[in-house]
């Protein structure tokens, strides 16, 4: 136990981290990316598009991936 003249050591806290807020995010974007891959066989073209998103609240990024085909006789889509 403790000695007569000596006062009780003091313990540390355990150490909590942060509690992060829930917000409600607020998506700004940062570019798109986009690629056209030739098939090995005909003409046709696999499209591929990749939308880059952050949060200005938290910085969370996300990235949003279209994926789709375009054939020699169609135009390209809507989403392209």
Same mark, same amino acid.
């Given at each position: /136990?403790?000695?007569?003249?000596? !006062? !009780?050591?003091?313990?540390? !806290?355990?150490?909590?981290?942060?509690?992060?807020?829930?917000?409600?995010?607020?998506?700004?974007? /940062?570019?798109?990316?986009?690629?056209?891959? !030739? %098939?090995?066989?005909?003409?046709?073209?696999?499209?591929?598009?990749?939308?880059? %998103? %952050?949060?200005?609240?938290?910085?969370?990024?996300?990235?949003?991936?279209?994926?789709?085909?375009?054939?020699?006789?169609?135009?390209?889509?809507?989403?392209?």
């Amino acid at each position: /136990m403790y000695k007569e003249n000596e !006062p !009780p050591k003091e313990t540390k !806290p355990k150490y909590e981290p942060p509690v992060q807020k829930v917000h409600e995010h607020k998506w700004i974007h /940062m570019g798109t990316d986009k690629q056209e891959d !030739p %098939f090995p066989y005909g003409y046709n073209r696999g499209l591929t598009r990749k939308d880059q %998103f %952050f949060c200005e609240k938290c910085l969370e990024r996300k990235t949003i991936v279209k994926k789709g085909t375009k054939y020699i006789n169609e135009d390209y889509p809507d989403w392209w």
